[in-house]
């Protein structure tokens, strides 16, 4: 079967139902209009895990996605990764937040809505005088792919990201981190701090 057909396929009606029907018997839910595109051996989902309404999950060849215990996606998130993402347990992961490429979460996160993290990005300093499209297609060239512009996210145990967040690649948050509403976060956050603002600094302690 060719890699359009199968995707094709698993986004069908029939199969959608599939996915729900034998998930509920590992105590995973998953809501029937989720579409899972990846083949089963790239997705863990352990007992507990919830995943809501109209969640998209796109896996390349190459990606992974796994989720611990009783993880909760809420409804239009979307996961996209030709790398690993993995969601620690307790964790939840509110509507329409965005999660992209090389991406690790701990346990008892809050990820509030529309919050936007991945670890790759588009070039536009390669070859400054390219138009950035023109920039990709060059590196692919050149390199094979664009995952040389994939820069690894991690955010520890315990994290509040608020709502519209932006986590930039390669960003490490530490440990029982908040990080305030309609901040974008350039760079790497300590343990156990408070930070807002665009970029967002560190304005407190826990």
Not at 98 to 127: E, K, L, Q
């Amino acid at each position: 079967m060719t890699l359009f057909r199968a995707s094709h396929l698993r986004r069908t009606f029939l199969w959608r139902w599939w996915n729900f029907l034998r998930f509920i018997a590992r105590g995973v839910r998953i809501h029937p209009t989720t579409v899972i595109d990846g083949r089963s051996e790239q997705i863990t989902l352990n007992r507990g895990a919830k995943i809501g309404a109209r969640v998209n999950i796109r896996l390349s060849a190459y990606g992974e996605l796994f989720l611990s215990n009783d993880v909760w996606l809420s409804h239009d998130v979307e996961i996209e990764s030709s790398k690993k993402i993995t969601i620690g347990a307790g964790t939840t992961v509110q509507r329409r937040a965005t999660i992209n490429g090389s991406v690790s979460i701990g346990s008892g996160c809050i990820i509030a809505p529309n919050v936007f993290i991945s670890s790759g990005t588009h070039p536009f300093r390669v070859y400054p005088e390219k138009t950035i499209r023109e920039q990709e297609r060059l590196i692919v060239e050149e390199r094979g792919d664009l995952s040389s512009l994939d820069r690894p996210i991690s955010i520890g145990d315990d994290c509040w990201l608020g709502v519209n967040v932006v986590i930039c690649p390669g960003v490490n948050i530490g440990r029982g981190s908040v990080v305030g509403a309609n901040s974008v976060v350039l760079k790497d956050i300590p343990e156990n701090t408070v930070c807002a603002g665009v970029p967002a600094n560190i304005v407190g302690s826990r």
